[in-house]
């Protein structure tokens, strides 16, 4: 896809898919890595100005914030914050938004807690869960897992297995769990797809390592 042309081109968000999971990944493999034991707001705010450098080497024509407060369309009350919200130009209406959660983190005494229960009933019901916060009539989001001990493979099997066993919750048809991504292959790199009542709804999963211990 040409990401420089007339604006007609770039109608939905979905277009810019694959573009933004390559920015991210990259982006990424430059970043000074977070000591092992922080959380992941100040990862997340520290990794969003990593972004905007990025953004504009591969030019995309897209905004890039941080905690995008979504609120109700009836009562006008906060309902939540987007942890990363990608925009197209100036139409708010159409974003991506990425929720942040830590992965196997270790504790002060050299425990690991996987965490990927509350990856996925509490960052990914945020998009397909009964009463969805973002994203509320797109098609598409994303989940970035900071495996804060690198182990990546223990990471997504652990977040695949807390899929399964949700998977009602999750507005999914079956208990598969989680797919290679169909638009950027990449053994970091995941997707689910859920049923919600009115669309189909993909989240397209992207594991980082914090460390490589």
Known sequence: MAIIGSPKEFLEIEDFIPEILAMVLN????????????????ITRKFRLKLLQHRDLNRLPLKIEREVSIDDP???????????????????EVYF???CKRLNVIDKNGRTSSLAKEYVMNGMTRFV????????????????????????????????????ANYMDLQMKSSKGLNPSSRLPN????ESLHHLPDREFTIHHVFLPISTV
């Open 74 to 92: 009836e009562t006008g009350e906060e309902i939540g914050r987007i942890d990363l919200c990608l925009t197209y130009d100036h139409r708010s």
């Open 97 to 99: 938004a990425f929720e």
């Open 187 to 190: 053994g970091l790199t995941r």
């Open 129 to 164: 869960g009964s009463n969805p916060q973002y994203a509320i009539g797109l098609k598409q989001g994303g989940m970035i897992g900071y495996v804060m001990n690198g182990k990546i493979d223990g990471a997504i099997t652990a977040v695949n297995k807390q899929v399964k």
């Open 27 to 42: 982006a990424w493999s430059s970043f000074d890595k977070p000591l092992p034991n922080n959380h992941e707001v100040p």
